[in-house]
Structure formats: C-alpha cells, structure tokens
C-alpha cells in the first residue's frame, strides 16, 4: 500500500509499505478515504518533536472503511465508513473512565504524559498514522464512531481533530457570557476555537495572528475581530488598551511550539531546541489575560526543556485548563452542531491534494503557500 | 443573557453551550471516583504481544497493552535510543539524546536508501515543486542565499590555505634569520 514515509526534518515522500496487520484482538484495520495534514503535524515534519524515526508515516485526522475487525471488537463491522478520533484510547484505564480520552494510560508505553496518537511520534506511542491507504486502529470497540448517514467525509474528518480541539479549548476556558475572548493563531484549530467561543455565549472575540490570509479567513468564518501582531508595537500593550485597560476575560493559546514573533524565542526554542519550542504565544497569552482570567492551552509544546514543562502541562490536562482534546467525549455534541448547521467544518479545507503529493502538501501547508488553510489527502484507492 | 442573545442573534448558535456553572476559576475535576484512589489497579485490556524491540518510559511498570510498532529502534540512532529510556521524563538525560538519535537516524535512512539503490530525490521529498509553483521568487532567493554562504564558507576555507602558506613562508624567513645568526 502506499503511505507518507518521514525520512527527516522536512522530508518526506510516499512510498510502498507493507499492508497493516490486525495485532490485538480489539483491533480493525481500516481503509482510508480521506486525512488531513495538522498543524501539529508540522512539529513533527519540522523535526521538533523527540523520537521521531525516519520511515514511520504520519496522520493523526482521517476517515475511513472498516476492512478487517480482530477478534473481540464489537462495535464495528467490516464496511462501516467511520471517523477515527486522534487519540487511541482503552476506555478503562482510571483516566478513560473520567472521560480523560487524551490521557489513556493504556495506549503508550514510551511516555506516562501524553497518551497514544496516530502517527505522532515513538514519544506518543509508535503508531502509524493515517496519511496512508490502509491503517491499524486499536481498541476498535471504544473511540471510532460511524459515520452518520448523510454527513458528508470532508465534515466527519474535521471531526476527528480540528473541531474537537477548537471546541474544547472554548469550553475549557470556561467562557461565561458576555466574556472577552481573545485567540492567538488563527490557522484551523485556533479558526475554530474563535468559532467555538461564540457557542459559549462570548461578547468580543478576538483572533491574532500574523499571516494576512488567514485573518481575513477567520474575520469571514467566525465573524470576529482580527488583527496582525506585526502591526503593533506590543500585542499585549494592544489587548490591554482595547479592553479598557484590564485584559481579556479569557485567552486562548491556540498556536503552541512553532510561534513567530519574538526573536530570541524563534532562536532558542524553534532553531536550537534549547527549550520546548516558542513559548511566545504562552507568554502574550498570560500577559494579556486579566487578572483572575483565564487561559486555555491546545498549542502543542514539546517535551524537552523550559523553564516549566509546558508541553506536559498541555499532555496531561492539569487544571490550568489545558489538554488534548478528549474527542470521544465531544463527538455527540459536535455532531449535532454539523448536522444542524451551526458549525460547517469543511468549510476550511482549502486544499485536496492526492496522497503521492504528501510532499508538496507538507510544503504548501507549512510555508503558508497559495492561501492554505487547511490540506486534505485522498489516497488513490479513495479516487476510483 | 437573554439581552446579550439579541445582540448576537446574527451569529448561529450563540449561547448554545453557555454553562454558568463551567468556571474553571475554581478546582474542579468531575467524575472523580473511588477507584482513582486505587492506584494503577484497574482490568487492563487484553495485552498485545510484544514482537519487536519497545521502550518503555521507566515511569511506568510495564508496556501499555496496545501499542506502536512502527520504527524499532536500531543501529547507532537505536543504542541512542536505548540509552535515553534509561532515564525519565523528567530529565534531559531522556530528551536531548533522544534528539540526537533523531538526527543521527536520519543520516542512517539515507544510507539505508542507498543500500537498496534508492538515491532518495531531496528536491522532491522537500516538495519544492510546490514552492517553485507558488513562490517562485522566494524559493530562488533560498537557494540564492545557500549558495552566497556555501560561497563565503569556501572563500573563507581558501584564504585560510593562503594564510597558511604566509605563515609557512614566514617560518621559512625565520629559518633563514636563525640560519643567518647561526653564520654571523
């Protein structure tokens, strides 16, 4: 079959790989029919995240047929079109039980803080992601949900990451009504997240970013404010002065490790890895939020150093109310959001790229080329 | 609320998921149950069979019951690797090799490709193709700039042979003025 193959920071291409193998009992294989490039992704493209070995694929939001089901999974049948959660969870493990789905304790052995993820890195798991034609989903049984009959593939495979993590860090940031909600990046995650903040009742959302494009997407898709940081003298000098002097109410950190803006942070966090990436949207977050406000992290941090270990606090959901989004939990509702008309995911797939151009999908994603917003691969056997 | 829903009624679904009582301002950690006090006690899941070498974090007693077979360790990046889960998550001793492996794997994938006669297309894998397509002027500025500094660095390498040379002539003058004292 063909897969995305990583073969080193920004490298990658597609080759031949052999097929996935069923190889526990609660296992199904599936057969892709559409994933996506994450901005998360590009971490791990960009070589930043540790344990990342060359020849595994990438992948962690796709859809696809149910072809092979192991011998103990229930809840699936071969032909069943499903969408596939990014977290791989057990659901009985004590973290699943609390609906701590991005916390499974039962999917990743290389790492106690972050749970199992598809093609995410040795660091979360050893797994191989879904920018293939084929691949293995565990624990079948617990987070893989059917497709409902009528919603279009290109809305169900938003629902496997984007909208999910979007959606959880509104809720997360505890939005009260009238609130001001500021989001830092609007590529898709944080689009969503300026979506989301209205569904909790917001006042004033506001998205900050520095990429033209993408401000005028996220003015357009989530009807807010949006500025460029690079038109100020000091995002945080900014907030504080549009808020009448104390800062908003809730601030959302939707950029994590690869933020631009600050010199010093690009050099030591990004280009040496001396720290766990660029915490420059963590530092404006918590500066410009009021005093007794609140921040709500999905940014990915990685692991390594920093002055605190903000890619764990991010990984194991510690109450400064940051996590991975524990997708399973959500679905019900955002489901119902999509077929009621009140969120229209695929709206923000700009790009559908076949899967033997992974390469220049990596590229244009990443070098926010030709308006990219978001990428979808099609692997070819999803064409015919 | 009620008034701030007719200042917003443009936007679909606002307030839909308003909760009051969801302010994280405050501790809170929903389904906290008695078995969480229990420890790490709960009806694992059926175990995968492990068939290929996995490193397990040294903060946990075991291997997860499911996981990724991907890419086993191995070669040097591999031993690397193998060191690194000697230690924690908590210490550099675990991430920074890890790192170093990461590059060092990525020098054995190269010579991996070649091994199977495969001269891996950089230009490709690097999906230039699309920057050439959209950002032509910047993509020949990159390369423009690489070769300014690989020219520099060469400049640099050859005016250092030429100081070299200097220096050996100078050492050649200096032989000659011992010479010199030596026959006065």
């Known amino acids: 079959m063909l897969a995305m193959d990583y073969r080193g920071p920004k490298?990658?291409?597609?080759?031949?790989?052999p097929m996935p193998e069923i190889k526990h009992p609660e296992d199904a294989i599936v057969r892709v029919t559409r994933s996506c490039i994450c901005g998360s992704d590009l971490h791990l493209y960009n070589g930043n995240v540790p344990d990342t070995r060359v020849g595994t694929t990438f992948g962690h939001e796709f859809v696809g047929v149910v072809e092979e089901v192991g011998s103990e999974v229930t809840k699936l049948k071969v032909g069943d079109h499903v969408l596939v959660p990014f977290n791989i969870a057990c659901g009985r493990c004590h973290f699943c039980k609390q609906g701590l789905f991005g916390n499974c304790h039962e999917s990743n052995p290389m790492a106690t803080a972050v749970g199992g993820i598809f093609g995410y890195s040795h660091t979360a798991g050893g797994f191989h992601g879904g920018q293939a034609?084929?691949?293995r989903v565990p624990y079948a049984n617990v987070s893989p949900t059917v497709i409902p009959e009528g919603m279009d593939i290109e809305d169900a495979v938003m629902l496997t990451d984007v909208v999910p993590t979007g959606y959880q860090a509104a809720e997360m940031a505890g939005i009260q009504p009238g609130d001001t909600v500021v989001v830092f990046g609007a590529g898709p995650v944080g689009i969503m997240?300026?979506?989301c903040?209205?569904?909790f009742g917001a006042g004033r959302v506001i998205s900050i970013d520095h990429v033209e494009y993408r401000l005028e997407f996220v003015r357009n898709y989530a009807q807010c404010e949006a500025y460029n940081f690079r038109d100020m003298e000091d995002p945080v000098v900014f907030i504080k002065k549009t808020t009448d002097w104390m800062?908003?109410?809730v601030v959302i950190d939707a950029v994590g490790a690869e933020a631009a803006g600050n010199t010093m942070q690009t050099i030591t966090g990004r280009k040496t890895l001396l720290q766990a990436g660029s915490a420059t949207a963590l530092h404006w977050a918590i500066n410009s939020v009021k005093k007794g406000g609140i921040v709500s992290i999905v940014g990915v941090y990685g692991p390594t150093d920093n002055l605190v270990p903000i890619g764990n606090v991010l990984n194991k959901g510690l109450t400064i109310r940051a996590n991975q989004a524990s997708v399973k939990r959500l679905l019900p509702r955002l489901i119902e959001h999509v077929q009621n008309g009140i969120i229209n995911p695929k709206a923000l797939i700009t790009h559908r790229i076949p899967?033997?151009?992974?390469?220049?999908g990596y590229r244009l994603f990443s070098a926010k080329l030709d308006n990219c917003i978001k990428p979808v691969l099609i692997p070819p056997s999803a064409r015919m | 609320m009620e008034n701030l829903r007719k200042d917003f009624s443009h936007i679909k679904g606002w307030g839909i998921d308003a909760d009051p009582q969801n302010d994280p301002t405050y501790p809170m950690k929903p389904h906290r149950t008695d078995a969480e006090q229990s420890g790490y006690s709960w009806e694992r899941p059926t175990l995968q069979p492990v068939d290929v070498e996995i490193l397990h974090s040294i903060e946990r007693p075991n291997i997860s019951a499911v996981f990724g077979t991907a890419s086993p360790p191995s070669g040097l990046s591999g031993m690397i690797r193998r060191f690194a889960f000697r230690y924690s998550e908590n210490s550099y001793l675990h991430w920074l090799p890890l790192i170093l492996a990461d590059r060092v794997n990525v020098v054995e994938g190269v010579i991996d490709d070649f091994k199977n006669g495969h001269v891996p297309n950089i230009f490709a894998e690097k999906g230039y193709k699309a920057e050439w397509k959209h950002d032509k002027i910047g993509l020949i500025t990159k390369f423009a700039v690489a070769a300014a500094v690989v020219a520099g660095v060469v400049i640099l390498l050859s005016n250092k042979d030429e100081d070299d040379d200097d220096y050996d002539?100078?050492?050649?003058?200096?032989?000659?003025d011992r010479y010199d004292a030596y026959d006065s």
């Open chain 1, 11 to 17: 490298r990658v291409r597609v080759t031949q790989k």
């Open chain 1, 133 to 135: 034609e084929y691949v």
């Open chain 1, 193 to 195: 997240a300026a979506k």
């Open chain 1, 197 to 199: 903040a209205w569904l």
């Open chain 1, 247 to 249: 800062g908003a109410d």
């Open chain 1, 355 to 360: 899967l033997e151009e992974v390469a220049d």
């Open chain 2, 169 to 176: 002539q100078l050492n050649a003058y200096d032989d000659l």
